[in-house]
């Protein structure tokens, strides 16, 4: 049986039609998502060009209600000679493939053009504008189901996969697209983090580089970040959740993988918790720790948040490719489960 083949728009050799399995990793050069099932290869094998074959299909030309005012080319380069471009939609930077409007300088990547409002979006738009009203957001948001072919979407707030069974809330203003749960965080909070001020919500990280460093977990991320402008202190979604509880009757401590049950002498213990249990460093005491009063195992928040969400995240992106959207995000499970002590020195924070 002969291959089917044909010549892209944006490479210089001839590809073949070929199936993909779902254990073999191979990403689209247009997309960037994982392939599974039919893709278009590069003949010659150095190249390593792979496109999915609805990737290969892009019309030329769309009309699209992000921007209802003029059509949409498809471009394999950004225009008039640039580097790179921002998609309008979800505020990310790319270098190829983009559906352009010259008049406006308005600009969707593929995966951004894929999405489609609800069709019940009216009425929905309508009913959520009445509540960002409250919560002050200055801008509506366009609901839109996923796109099976570019599930899953990351959430510009929390850097998570947005489930294939949410929805999508796009803000063109903001050039975001959210989880509907992360289009309500508060615009300022206080945290025993940083209780020397307030933090307000920036919706992008005030720094050139377009990303922090989150000073809890130490992570670096994109996404929304509660910053305090005077201090540069920053806590990304996942940390600023983390509220201090005391421990009631019924608490129940959520176990770290190093946390073991013997217990230290007592003579011990006053000198052991002035060191964490996870990095064996001494602990300022000025600073929050996670401590377990049954066991005085004490440990730095960055050293168990840091390898909790890296544990979390290993999940959730295993479980995507796989297919799993079964699996609770990440800021979830941290949310749900952020029942453990917190203790500022050797004081516990009050509920």
């Known amino acids: 049986m002969e291959m089917e083949t044909m010549i892209h728009v944006s490479h210089e050799h001839a590809l073949v039609l070929r199936e993909k399995e779902k254990t073999h990793e191979t990403v689209c050069d247009v997309c960037w998502r994982l392939i599974v099932g039919s893709a278009?290869?590069?003949?010659?094998r150095k190249c390593d060009f792979s496109i999915h074959r609805s990737c290969a299909q892009f019309p030329r030309e769309i009309g699209h209600p992000f921007h209802p005012q003029h059509p949409l080319i498809f471009l394999v380069l950004p225009p008039d000679d640039a580097e790179k471009f921002d998609c309008s939609a979800c505020g990310e930077t790319g270098s190829r493939f983009?559906?352009?409007c010259s008049d406006c300088q308005f600009n969707l990547d593929v995966v951004c053009a894929a999405l489609k409002p609800t069709e019940d979006h009216q009425d929905q738009s309508n009913q959520l504008q009445l509540q960002l009203q409250l919560l002050s957001h200055p801008h509506p948001l366009i609901i839109c189901d996923h796109n099976e072919k570019y599930s899953p979407v990351l959430c510009s707030a929390c850097v998570f996969p947005i489930k294939d069974l949410n929805l999508i809330y796009v803000c063109l203003e903001c050039k975001r697209?959210?989880?509907e749960t992360c289009t309500n965080f508060p615009e300022e909070i206080k945290h025993p983090f940083h209780p020397q001020h307030p933090l307000a919500l920036l919706t992008r990280p005030p720094y050139e580089s377009g990303t922090f460093g989150c000073d809890a977990c130490r992570r670096g991320s994109s996404g929304f970040t509660y910053n305090c402008s005077q201090c540069q202190f920053d806590l990304d979604i996942h940390c600023a959740s983390l509220m201090p509880i005391t421990e009631d009757e019924d608490h129940q401590t959520q176990r770290h993988p190093d946390h073991?049950?013997?217990?230290?002498?007592e003579e011990e213990e006053e000198e052991v918790e002035f060191y964490c249990s996870l990095c064996g460093l001494k602990r300022d005491l000025s600073d929050p720790s996670y401590y377990c009063a049954e066991c005085h195992y004490i440990a730095h928040v960055h050293c168990v948040v840091s390898e909790v969400v890296y544990l979390?995240?290993?999940?959730?992106y295993?479980?995507?490719?796989l297919g799993d959207t079964k699996l609770d995000t990440p800021a979830n499970v941290i949310k749900e489960n952020a029942d453990e002590t917190v203790r500022d020195g050797s004081k516990l924070f009050p509920r």
Do not use: G, M
């Not at 979390?312 to 959730?316: A, D, H, T």
């Not at 295993?318 to 490719?321: I, S």
């Open 40 to 44: 278009y290869e590069c003949e010659q």
């Open 312 to 316: 979390l995240e290993e999940e959730w």
């Open 177 to 179: 697209l959210l989880h």
């Open 98 to 100: 983009i559906y352009h």
């Open 260 to 265: 073991e049950d013997d217990h230290e002498e």
């Open 318 to 321: 295993l479980a995507c490719k």
